[in-house]
T-cell receptor
């Protein structure tokens, strides 16, 4: 069985400050992990993916995430938040059959 | 990039009627598509896995007779909500994986369908 826990349901930052969205996972094998972003009433857009290559993964819009096996974490970061980053973010783990398990989501609010 | 088109983007229907939602992969072929349901302020819950040319696989607790899934081609899967009731009101999202990609490749998502049953 696998699971994903996003440790914060809401994160609020000021524009220009760093962003940290936390994600822990559990899996009985080496997983594939993704971060998706969802804007209101929209589908999901892939930000980045980890598939057993480099542990530090760079994605779109300046986001990156580091896979830490010892900590079973895959936290999402961005050095400087932009107003357009305000959205909901999902950490997702992929099982061996290609089925995704979603975290509960983290709503990111960016203040001017 | 890979595009998944979902139609309609929103629909309002009366209780007791049926609604069909289409999910198309526009520039790739998908042997497998997934249907999710998302309640307000909640995460996505997988409803079923749609397999081209065969029966869908439903998650526990999802009524297969109520949520009919058809995946007749490599680019189209449909979800029909039969005899809809207000509690079926939700945001439905489909996703697909390019059949030429590995199982651990990410899915491509449609923009979702907002269903409101009155």
């Amino acid at each position: 069985a696998q699971s994903v826990t996003q440790l914060d349901s809401h994160v609020s930052v000021s524009e220009g400050t760093p962003v940290l969205l936390r994600c822990n996972y559990s899996s009985s094998y080496s997983p594939s992990l993704f971060w998706y972003v969802q804007h209101p009433n929209k589908g999901l857009q892939l930000l980045l993916k980890y598939t057993s290559a480099a542990t530090l993964v760079k994605g779109i819009n300046g986001f990156e995430a580091e896979f830490k096996k010892s900590e079973t974490s895959f936290h999402l970061t961005k050095p400087s938040a932009h107003m357009s980053d305000a959205a909901e973010y999902f950490c997702v783990v992929n099982n061996s059959y290609g089925k995704l398990t979603f975290g509960q989501g983290t709503i990111l609010t960016v203040h001017p | 990039g890979a595009v998944v088109s979902q139609h309609p983007s929103w629909v309002i229907c009366k209780s007791g009627t049926s609604v069909k939602i289409e999910c198309r992969s526009l520039d790739f072929q998908a042997t497998t598509m997934f249907w999710y349901r998302q309640f307000p302020k909640q995460s996505l819950m997988l409803m079923a896995t749609s397999n081209e040319g065969s029966k869908a696989t439903y998650e526990q607790g999802v009524e297969k007779d109520k949520f009919l899934i058809n995946h007749a081609s490599l680019t189209l899967s449909t979800l029909t909500v039969t005899s809809a009731h207000p509690e079926d009101s939700s945001f439905y999202i489909c996703s697909a994986r390019d059949r030429d990609s590995f199982f651990h490749s990410p899915l491509h998502f449609g923009n979702g369908t907002r269903l409101t049953v009155t």
